[in-house]
């Protein structure tokens, strides 16, 4: 079967979402479901996307340029800040120490952390001999969350060019956030708790956590060459300009990357960087034991709930058109899934955390796996 066909077949499929959209000529299913969004809500800057399955012989690109990105020519390969999905490279960073013994998953944090830093968590009320390295990965700790506090979010809204440093925002999450839990008890999403991870992979390894984590993950051999540290590593001189990133009426393309930038987010990437990083990570490409990715793949430890998606070791772990997937989403309506079954990895950004419909980019990434599944099902049945 031929890929134009393939394509033709899920566009079929796609018709029934796409009621707004204009046809774009030459485009793949990708395009149009990308137009789709910026028409629901004019205000998302861009969408881009891209759908790799080796297995099925796909790789779609699509992308959709809103009133707020001027200019001409492709967006599809130009960066943007990733946020959150920056936590899966910390992840994996921190099982390649673990694979080679240079920390434990289930040693407590008081081990690795400096003084200072524990300090800061006893004056909130924390005791980091009971939290371990394997609950700041799976968001068990009970830590509070800076990144969603009242108080962050006014402090950066009111100057985004502060420059600011991890311990200042660890310092917030204990002055004003509230313990989630004991250890190991519930499932709470902490930004904090990747800063720490980022400290922690810091002393282990002696540098910086950019220098840190493009080493142990091996950039290079993956071909990452458009993925860095904003701000703390050079970007490369091929990169293209950034893409805007719009917070509801406000245009923060410019606020200093600092705010998100120390663990819990700080990345800068492409849909093709993200996805052959995700299509590595999945594949057991990015450690050198088998047992290694087995571990980064654990469902969840403890119980959550099932009206969203649930959390493992490292995953959110979510069904997509009747596919069980592994993904991490990052504030920008940005997304990295992976659906084992369809050697399928998706990589998309709205580039804007709220659109005028809820879920959309959910909607769009489910919509990516329906035509994928189609043309699964049209191979079958020739």
């Known amino acids: 079967m031929r890929i134009s066909k393939w394509i033709l077949a899920a566009i079929g499929v796609l018709s029934g979402y796409l009621c707004q959209a204009a046809p774009l000529a030459a485009s793949s299913p990708l395009d149009h479901l990308a137009a789709e ?53 910390v992840a994996a960073a921190t099982l390649r120490l673990y694979e080679q013994g240079r920390l434990s998953l289930n ?26 390295v394997a609950n700041l990965l799976a968001h068990t700790s009970g830590l509070a969350d800076h990144a969603t506090l009242p108080q962050y979010e006014q402090a950066v809204f009111a100057n985004g060019q502060r420059r600011w440093a ?14 989630t839990g004991e250890p190991g008890e519930r499932m709470s999403y902490s930004d904090t ?9 810091e002393r282990r390894t002696g540098s910086p956590l950019a220098k840190s ?17 904003e701000s703390v590593e050079v970007q490369p001189s091929k990169a293209m300009p950034r893409l805007i990133q719009r917070l509801g009426d406000a245009d923060v393309t410019g606020f200093d990357p600092s705010f998100d930038l120390w663990g819990g987010g700080g990345i800068v990437s492409t849909v093709h960087d993200l996805v052959v990083f995700m299509d590595a990570f999945v594949k057991g490409k990015l450690f050198d034991r088998p047992e290694t990715l087995a571990i980064a793949l654990a469902g969840p430890s403890v119980p959550q709930s099932q009206a969203h998606p649930v959390h493992g070791l490292v995953f959110f772990e979510q069904e997509l058109a009747g596919h069980h997937c592994f993904s991490h ?29 809820r879920d959309e980019r959910t909607k769009l990434v489910e919509a990516i796996v329906v035509a994928v599944d189609r043309v699964l099902a049209d191979g079958r049945r020739d």
């Open 37 to 89: 969004v910026v028409s629901n809500d004019p205000n998302v800057p861009s969408v881009l996307a891209r759908a790799y399955s080796p297995r099925l012989g796909i790789d779609w690109q699509g992308e959709a340029r809103g009133i707020y990105e001027k200019g001409a020519g492709p967006l599809i390969d130009r960066p943007f800040r990733i946020a959150s999905v920056t936590k899966l490279f």
């Open 107 to 132: 040693a407590p944090i008081s081990r690795y952390l400096s003084e200072g830093t524990q300090r800061l968590l006893v004056s909130g009320g924390y005791d980091p001999t009971r939290i371990t």
């Open 166 to 179: 991890r311990a200042e925002q660890i310092q917030l999450a204990m002055s004003y956030g509230k313990k």
């Open 193 to 201: 708790g990747y800063l720490l991870l980022a400290e922690i992979i």
């Open 329 to 357: 989403a990052g504030f920008w309506n940005v997304d990295l899934v992976a659906c084992p079954d369809l050697d399928l990895t998706i990589a998309v950004t709205l580039n804007q955390p709220a659109t005028l419909r």
């Open 213 to 229: 984590v493009r080493t142990l993950l091996r950039f290079q051999r993956l071909g990452l060459k458009n993925t860095w540290f």
